[in-house]
């Protein structure tokens, strides 16, 4: 088949969705697809202007390409799946959130005034029109399923990815809790550098860069090198700092899904979160493939240190972790969204 | 986003302030409303909001505001002959009847119209308002329209209303517990709320009852409401031998409403011809979890088959009626619960009143986002040659960008 995965980019910012939308593209061609990326900057501020990125997308004719039929588009976010096609898969990793249930937060975009209520309003009825139309609309996660059901009505079958592939391995594990994410605010890094604080034999290592790092930083001084900052580090890097940890700390604030506890557990460790977390929360259970704790600096810094002393446990936690993400592969990704 | 509410609340005793106090809380909790009242000066809001109904003296100022400044307008009933006549000729306005006449049907309208100043033809609205609904003026008006059922939504639109409508349920009341009262009772206890009168189809209900009570000596009709004027029910009762299995309240507060629907094992609900409205009473009969017996006509006719019974108003309406009943009674379990789900689902308040945001978010703010959107697109257009903005905005609008 002829597969489009039409995905929008924030020029200049690479995340998990990107790093996903690529891998999909490999695992269809590994399953001998014609599959590509179809892109178009995204920038949804101000104002109105959300609506112009989803006309473009509106616009874009993906029936063909150079003469020849592209049968299947697989869409992953708005406004891409805004793209009209008579195969279109929704494969939603999250809606505009400033539009449901950001809005009327801190992390929200429109105010009261009418325009910024009715801009709101056209993007939930163009969400019921743009994935209305799609032969099947998948989520990554319960979270995102049950906001789809909860504001637009719409029924999403829960399909998760597999996280980034890294050449994953179980080493022993060196004592320190380490936290791979963006550094921003709405991801809570400052919980992890306030458990540090609290107990001066916990090791943090921070992987990641953002702008909190600064913000962080500070807050981290005078830990006499408990806390270390590593920034963006390459996937070699990366697996041995999963390999070595004992366990992985992921607790942002209501989260669509969360690569970070299914490459943690590829690396059979336990994932320490929060009970607000949400996508995470979906394969994190208490005790038994992590802890998931009260969103403070103590319930961390506790969580942290049953773990460090009962590291068998933590070990055994790691691996079931990974038999739960051992189940999700690509190639039952693939047969889902070709069906 | 700030809301101007038009609307007759209690004291008034009309169905539409009861829809508005249970409405307005649940509304309030979602947006900012503020709550115009007669004979004061109109709030000042991103939009207005006007209840119409078809009682003069509780909206005939409502319209008047709405006549000074568009809005959204909840058009309760299609009919609203008798408010016009009330805000006309009820002002010695004849010239503004002759006018709304003229409107609907032309100069025959404008001929039939004098008619009835000069009285040589019976009131309209009186005889025959759904004929002549007189519904034009208000819809021109209207920014949106928000209506109780597809019927009004359909007359609206055959009218040539182009503006969008909102077809937007009438809420259920909730409810906990009802403790029905014990001082009424019948084997079965039938029931029948609201106004007395032809339009409600009593001289049927009562006949289908008499005939009903010969195969049920112990069942009882419980006919709650004032009756209407000319029409003698006492009278009525006396020739069909209903004096005894027949109770009679006027009006009724609305707890003890309640407690008296709870009481009954089946409510009947009839009406034609129907000026569009939807029934209160109806919706509350429902909630309770009642098998409930309607007319096949208008919002009714929209009810699910496996909600409510419809009689069909034909010849054999008296004859259907009464095997109606029997039907409710041996069935009135799973008719009731069916009726209850039903309520629960489509009739929930917090989804009207999400419904009714929805509403006027888009008639507040939705042309300033398609004109900003339009704006952006008519250039980008231009510069490519194609300069035709009407064209550009039915392709935004087919495209699916704007409503």
């Given at each position: 088949m002829r597969v489009v995965v039409a995905a929008p980019q924030v020029p200049f910012v690479r995340g998990g969705a990107e790093l996903m939308a690529e891998d999909l593209v490999a695992a269809l061609r590994a399953r001998g697809h014609d599959a590509e990326i179809v892109s178009i900057p995204f920038k949804w501020y101000p104002g109105t202007r959300v609506l112009d990125q989803a006309l473009l997308w509106r616009l874009v004719?993906?029936?063909?390409?150079d003469g020849r039929p592209i049968d299947r588009v697989i869409a992953t976010k708005f406004p891409a799946y805004c793209v009209r096609h008579p195969d279109k898969v929704a494969w939603v990793?999250?809606?505009?959130r400033q539009a449901y249930?950001?809005?009327?937060?801190?992390?929200?975009?429109?105010?009261?005034t009418p325009e910024d209520r009715a801009t709101r309003r056209a993007i939930e009825r163009l969400d019921a029109v743009a994935l209305g139309e799609a032969r099947k609309v998948y989520a990554t996660s319960r979270n995102v399923a049950d906001r789809l059901q909860r504001f637009n009505g719409i029924e999403a079958e829960v399909l998760p990815h597999p996280p980034q592939s890294l050449p994953y391995r179980e080493a022993e594990p060196e004592g320190y809790v380490l936290s791979v994410n963006?550094?921003?605010?709405?991801?809570?890094?400052d919980l992890l550098v306030g458990a540090a604080k609290r107990d001066p034999s916990l090791r943090v290592v921070i992987a990641g860069e953002g702008p909190d790092r600064e913000r962080l930083e500070r807050l981290a001084t005078g830990l006499n090198g408990q806390v270390t900052f590593v920034g963006r580090v390459d996937e070699e890097r990366l697996a041995d700092l999963y390999a070595r940890c004992l366990a992985v700390y992921y607790a942002p604030?209501?989260?669509?899904?969360?690569m970070v506890p299914y490459e943690a557990f590829l690396s059979a460790k336990p994932v320490v979160t929060a009970v607000?977390?949400?996508?995470?929360l979906e394969v994190v259970h208490d005790h038994r493939t992590g802890a998931v704790v009260q969103p403070d600096a103590a319930a961390v810094a506790q969580a942290c240190a049953y773990l460090a002393t009962h590291v068998d446990e933590a070990k055994a936690w790691g691996r079931a972790g990974r038999e739960l993400a051992e189940r999700v592969t690509w190639d039952a990704c693939v047969d889902a969204l070709l069906s | 986003m700030k809301v101007a509410y038009y609307s007759p609340l209690p004291p008034s005793r009309s169905g539409i302030a009861d829809y508005s106090t249970l409405l307005l809380p649940a509304l309030r909790e979602r947006v900012d409303v503020v709550v115009a009242e007669h004979g004061k000066r109109a709030p000042a809001a991103d939009v207005a909001l006007y209840h119409v109904g078809n009682d003069p003296d509780a909206h005939g100022w409502i319209v008047d505001a709405l006549y000074k400044r568009r809005g959204v307008v909840?058009?309760?009933?299609?009919?609203?002959h008798h408010l016009v006549a009330g805000i006309t000729i009820g002002r010695r306005d004849g010239r503004g009847y002759l006018d709304a006449m003229e409107r609907e049907l032309g100069v025959a309208g404008r001929l039939l119209g004098l008619g009835v100043l000069d009285n040589l033809l019976p009131l309209l609205w009186e005889t025959q308002p759904e004929r002549f609904p007189l519904a034009g003026a208000i819809l021109e008006h209207a920014d949106a329209l928000i209506v109780h059922s597809s019927f009004v939504g359909s007359k609206a639109r055959a009218a040539g209303y182009h503006g969008r409508i909102w077809r937007i349920p009438h809420p259920a009341w909730p409810l906990d517990h009802v403790s029905p009262v014990d001082d009424v009772a019948g084997d079965p206890l039938i029931g029948c709320f609201g106004y007395l009168n032809m339009n409600k189809r009593i001289p049927e209900l009562l006949e289908a009852f008499a005939a009903f009570r010969r195969d049920r000596p112990g069942a009882r009709l419980l006919l709650v409401g004032a009756a209407g004027e000319r029409f003698d029910v006492q009278r009525r009762l006396e020739r069909l031998g209903l004096t005894e299995g027949v109770t009679r309240l006027d009006y009724v507060p609305e707890d003890g409403l309640w407690a008296l629907m709870a009481a009954c094992d089946v409510l009947v609900n009839l009406r034609?011809?129907?000026?569009g409205e939807t029934s209160g009473s109806a919706i509350r009969a429902m909630s309770l979890g009642k098998p409930l017996i309607v007319s096949?006509?208008?919002?009714?006719?929209?009810?699910?088959d496996d909600v409510v019974l419809k009689v069909p108003v034909d010849d054999y309406e008296v004859e259907v009626l009464r095997a109606a009943l029997g039907v409710a009674v041996e069935h009135g379990g799973q008719l009731g619960a069916a009726a209850r789900a039903y309520a629960a689902r489509y009739h929930d308040l917090g989804g009207v009143a999400d419904a009714y945001v929805e509403a006027l978010e888009m008639a507040a703010g939705g042309e300033a986002v398609a004109d900003a959107v339009l704006w952006r697109i008519a250039v980008a257009a231009a510069e490519i040659g194609v300069d035709d903005p009407a064209a550009v905005a039915r392709a935004a609008r087919d495209a699916g960008i704007l409503s």
């Open positions: 004719d993906l029936t063909e390409s990793l999250h809606q505009f249930d950001y809005d009327r937060t801190e992390l929200g975009q429109f105010d009261d963006r550094l921003d605010r709405a991801k809570r890094i604030v209501d989260e669509d899904f969360g607000d977390a949400g996508g995470p | 909840v058009l309760h009933e299609y009919v609203l034609y011809p129907t000026m096949d006509v208008g919002w009714f006719h929209e009810l699910p």
